[in-house]
């Protein structure tokens, strides 16, 4: 029944280390979206993908790649974590058909990166 | 690109009392101006959304206001609840670039 769920819900991982997060929608949107939550609680969008196709990258370190499997996925891989990278992620998706952006969001991922 | 001041960052209210929340943006190509509550430890959700069509919408205890000229909006919630406690972040988009930019945040705490 869940509209925008995400896995794993924890992560703690060590420096240097790859790891993903993955990201499903079963509410038939077009557009999905990664956005990260710092320790000071500020949300800012990372990617945005619209029927899989890559549309907003925010000047996010190329150790970030997204991948979209289909319209109902987003995954977010890591490659080379940093202390800095821990945060808590978000998944969000939102109607292509709406020209606003009602944007639905996961419960999030809380990455720690030691 | 568009930048979202949010006011104040913290508030405490009185059970009962009305509670409200500022934001200003920079980018007046924006018309789309929803509100997310998040909750200790959850997403961010929707609680109600402006377009800039409208100058004030309202949903029971909750309003939003705008003022597209001098480029702010507010939240407003009367008869405060202590379930009302969270986190509370404007954001702000405008047509064609499918993403928010969020505010700071307001962590609003009703006191019993």
């Known amino acids: 029944d869940t509209a925008v769920s995400q896995t794993p819900k924890y992560l703690v991982t060590q420096m240097g280390n790859d790891k993903s997060i993955k990201c499903e929608q079963n509410l038939g949107h077009d557009t999905m979206y990664w956005y990260k939550q710092d320790s000071k609680k500020f949300l800012k969008i990372m990617f945005s993908?619209?029927?899989?196709?890559?549309?907003i990258n925010e000047t996010v370190p190329n150790r970030f790649s997204p991948k979209s499997p289909d319209k109902a996925h987003l995954n977010l891989h890591i490659n080379s974590l940093e202390l800095g990278d821990s945060a808590v992620y978000f998944c969000?998706?939102?109607?292509?058909?709406?020209?606003?952006?009602?944007?639905?969001f996961g419960p999030g991922t809380r990455l720690t990166v030691l | 690109g568009e930048n979202v001041e949010q006011h104040p960052s913290t508030l405490s209210v009185q059970e009962g009392d009305s509670a409200v929340i500022k934001c200003t943006y920079s980018d007046s190509a924006s018309n789309y101006f929803p509100w997310y509550k998040q909750e200790l430890g959850k997403g961010p959700q929707l609680i109600i959304d402006?377009?800039?069509?409208?100058g004030e919408k309202k949903d029971q205890r909750i309003a939003v206001t705008l003022n597209k000229t001098a480029k702010h909006f507010s939240l407003h919630i009367t008869e405060t609840q202590p379930e009302d406690s969270a986190v509370y972040f404007c954001a702000a988009s405008r047509e064609g670039r499918r993403a928010l930019t969020f505010g700071s945040g307001t962590r609003l705490q009703v006191q019993p």
């Open positions: 402006i377009r800039s069509n409208v």
């Open positions: 969000a998706s939102s109607p292509l058909a709406v020209s606003y952006n009602e944007q639905f």
């Open positions: 993908y619209n029927n899989k196709e890559l549309i």
